[in-house]
């Protein structure tokens, strides 16, 4: 499978770059974007490692949730087929949470579903002063199952019960609030302000900050262990084989409110 809907890049200073790269559709994730993020996580080398990632999207959008048209396709096809999709969306985004080394994510336009989870698993965000953000997955009747426990780190279960329950629009600055993300910027010096910090990390030692970032995953509840990731895999996909995920994704398709069916 082709990578390109993720490109890769490393510097000689040891920076990892990942470009999110669908901007025709804001970067929404579908199977090969989620098998192309977790190769590149995967093949980044150990000797010597890099000294920090930055995650970015092409584009206007930053990343705008799940691909709904690849979703309800998916929707349709097989238990088995919907387990190993959501397995593997889990995956990358843990990986992406553990990685020992810091990782900073640069935010532009909507970050919407999924690309709230991703950056959620990132050290550092920083967005410009106009992206908006939702978790909107229950607009569709499908839930963010796979992303709870990174969002849950970011912004407390406090704020997670608002947002993932309403699904609503929030802007740029309510994200700085709540915690999603760490700085905000005028559009025009995103770049820069990741390059600055990039800096600032480039100044600390490596394996001291991979021990700090192990050793605060260690009371996260982003740190849970397999047997935790297979119950939100199973979830996830169960979800989007139900009776009401199936009219949220026809609503979507059909361009209409949902009907939904009695809980």
């Known amino acids: 499978m082709s990578n390109t809907a993720v490109l890769c890049s490393l510097d000689d200073r040891g920076i990892a770059r990942l470009v999110l790269n669908r901007p025709e559709v804001g970067n929404a994730y579908d199977g090969a974007l989620i098998a192309a993020l977790s190769a590149h996580l995967t093949a980044l080398p150990d000797k010597p490692p890099p000294r920090a990632l930055l995650l970015k999207g ?8 799940a691909d709904l048209k690849w979703v309800s396709a998916l929707a349709q096809g097989t238990f088995e087929e919907n387990l190993a999709a959501s397995r593997a969306t889990a995956e990358a985004v843990d990986r992406l949470n553990r990685l020992p080394l810091p990782t900073v994510a640069l935010v532009q336009g909507g970050c919407f579903g ?77 770049a820069a302000a990741g390059e600055e910090m990039l800096a600032t990390l480039l100044a600390n030692g490596p394996a001291a900050m ?13 740190g849970f262990g397999p047997e935790t990731l297979d119950r ?11 009776a009401e995920a199936r009219e949220g994704l026809l609503s979507f398709v059909q361009k209409r409110a949902a009907h939904w069916p009695p809980a």
């Open 58 to 65: 092409n584009g206007r959008h930053f990343q705008a949730g």
């Open 114 to 190: 999924g690309g709230t989870g991703l950056i959620a698993a990132c050290d550092v965000v920083i967005a410009a002063e106009d992206a908006i953000f939702s978790i909107a997955e229950v607009r569709w009747g499908l839930t963010a199952a796979i992303i709870l426990p990174q969002l849950s780190d970011a912004i407390s279960v406090r704020q997670l019960r608002r947002y993932a329950l309403t699904g609503e629009r929030f802007a740029a600055a309510e994200a700085l609030r709540i915690g999603l993300v760490h700085k905000l910027v005028a559009p025009g010096e995103l």
């Open 210 to 222: 991979a021990e700090t970032k192990a050793l605060a995953l260690d009371s996260a509840w982003g």
């Open 232 to 242: 939100l895999v199973n979830a996830h996909a169960l979800k989007r084989r139900s």
